[in-house]
């Protein structure tokens, strides 16, 4: 009786601490641990989120490229660079137990590409929860930021990412709008990307950094345009003319402008999203129709594929590319399809 009135006190307290962020999982197991013998040490994380590796139960860090393949191929379309970069450099490191550095992304387009679509796609292949874990930092660049002088930035940046990879040091961290920081404030992030054991007790090599930008993306959807109308197949443009690309941009004018990251060659990859035509917007349209269950009473593919023919239809196109990408698919399915309620529930 007494041993479970300890556990119920210890699963109480554990509860006040998740509750309010303070909780990453080991805590209780290691009172647990103490109170009622190693065998109880990997209890709490049958129920809370810990910062544990693996398949099993327990384990809420899959680290799951075959996942990530999939979400890939099932749900992003007309961005080969990003897909050959994800699946290769950013698998190798999911699949490294040991990795030397942190896995610093750069992402660049115009809006509705797929920033933070492909954000929410490395989120899912890596933790149990997906988007819903409490292992993912999300700084959005216009908020807290926007009022703060360049030396307050960098403090208020370093002081959160610090804060939140002590707690698991196999966080995601995405900074979003990263073109709107106070300049320099990237910098404040430059000590935590080399290949360090620790810095002050906290170990960043298995974080992954994701830094979305719309900075380059106009010279992106220029340049695109250029190669298409010389006849160039869209999936032959290359990942390095498209890095220098960007790369150019960001250092003379844009939120890495003279940053150490470029000059310390600390970024692993650059990520160039290409402007989105017709045939890109119809195939987000029919992946939402699939995944919302926007049926619409179609029983065929052929149904579907003309129901995200009208929804593209409605898109607002500058030339051949779609001026807000498929940002507004979800919109428009909802009046092409109406939900239905009771499939959904």
Not at 71 to 97: M, N, W
Not at 129 to 158: C, M
Not at 193 to 218: E, H, M, P
Request: glycine content about 6%; hydrophobic content about 35%; aromatic content about 8%.
């Amino acid at each position: 009786m007494a041993i479970l009135r300890g556990f119920l006190l210890l699963q109480a307290i554990s509860s006040i601490l998740c509750e309010n962020g303070y909780f990453n999982g080991y805590y209780f197991g290691a009172a647990s641990a103490m109170y009622f013998g190693l065998d109880h040490f990997k209890v709490p994380c049958y129920r809370y989120e810990c910062c544990t590796v693996g398949t099993g139960k327990v384990h809420w860090i899959r680290n799951d490229v075959g996942k990530l393949e999939s979400l890939l191929k099932e749900k992003l379309f007309g961005q080969h660079i990003a897909h050959k970069i994800l699946s290769r450099q950013l698998g190798a490191f999911l699949l490294d137990p040991k990795p030397e550095k942190p896995f610093v992304l750069h992402i660049s387009g115009k809006t509705g590409t797929g920033k933070n679509h492909i954000s929410n796609l490395v989120a899912q292949a890596r933790y149990s929860k997906g988007v819903a874990s409490n292992h993912i930092l999300k700084i959005i660049g216009t908020h807290k930021y926007s009022t703060l002088d360049s030396e307050k930035a960098r403090e208020q940046l370093k002081k959160e990412v610090v804060e939140h990879v002590k707690k698991c040091k196999h966080a995601l961290v995405i900074i979003d709008e990263s073109e709107k920081l106070p300049e320099g404030t990237l910098n404040a992030i430059s000590p935590f990307l080399d290949k360090n054991v620790a810095i002050d007790g906290v170990d960043y090599r298995n974080t992954i950094f994701i830094l979305l930008s719309n900075t380059a993306g106009n010279a992106i959807k220029v340049y695109t345009e250029v190669q298409l109308e010389k006849g160039r197949n869209r999936d032959d443009i290359t990942v390095l003319e498209m890095e220098n690309l960007i790369q150019e941009h960001l250092y003379n004018s844009g939120e890495l402008k003279h940053s150490s990251l470029i000059s310390r060659y600390q970024l692993d990859a650059f990520i160039p999203l290409l402007p989105l035509e017709k045939r890109h917007v119809q195939q987000c349209a029919e992946e939402q129709l699939n995944q919302r269950r926007y049926k619409c009473g179609c029983e065929s593919s052929s149904c579907i594929s003309n129901r995200a023919n009208e929804i593209a239809n409605q898109i607002d196109f500058s030339g051949r590319f779609s001026r807000s990408g498929c940002k507004k698919i979800l919109t428009k399915a909802n009046l092409v399809c109406p939900l239905d309620r009771k499939t959904e529930l």
